[in-house]
């Protein structure tokens, strides 16, 4: 087997669209749903909004959708115009030295970016930590407009899901938990958003 390098992104994407993953409440996730897209109030525009194509990292990051306001899971398919537009207006979280040519120009382009990149640990089937990473995309101010009144093609409560994927692992039952989760593929992108998320 391959091996995967360190940072790629990995998800369900058609022709047109994207998947990722938030974990809401059910007061805001019931919101979203209802007229499909997020409604301010109870969701909040001014603050930062954490996006995941990783099935696994957010079942992580949601503890299976066990955690304190984040019960319910959702799949959201988003346009990959939007999504690459993300990209190409992000800035790392921290400084790294192959993406900026110096702390300075980091700073420089943190404070006006709308968006921030994070790579974490992406998670096995049992949430350990992986050797390879897996994208984390923070958005605030102009993205978070945009994601909520232009990206987003479809809201889906896949909570049900989560749960019966959980179940057949507390049962032992390895193989049909892994036959349940989502496909996720390479997902190809320029060269110049490559470089400019950390990935080349």
Known sequence: MDTV???????VYTENTIRVYQAYSDRIADAALQ???FVSPPFKMERMTWIKPSFLWMMYRAGWGKKTGQEKI??????RE?????????????FESK??????????IKQNAPVRIQWDPERDIYLNKLDYRSIQIGLSGEAVKRY?????????NITFLCNEIQEALEGKKTDQAMN?????????????IAGTIGML
């Open 180 to 192: 349940m989760l989502p496909d996720e593929r390479i997902y190809p992108l320029p060269e110049l």
């Open 74 to 79: 959702l799949a959201i398919d988003i346009t």
């Open 35 to 37: 007229v499909g897209t």
């Open 99 to 108: 993406v900026y040519a110096s702390n300075k120009e980091w700073l420089n």
């Open 5 to 11: 390098p360190n940072r790629q992104i990995r998800a």
């Open 148 to 156: 909520v009144n232009n990206w987003i093609v479809e809201i889906k």
């Open 82 to 94: 939007g999504f690459e537009w993300a990209l190409q207006n992000s800035c790392l979280s921290h």
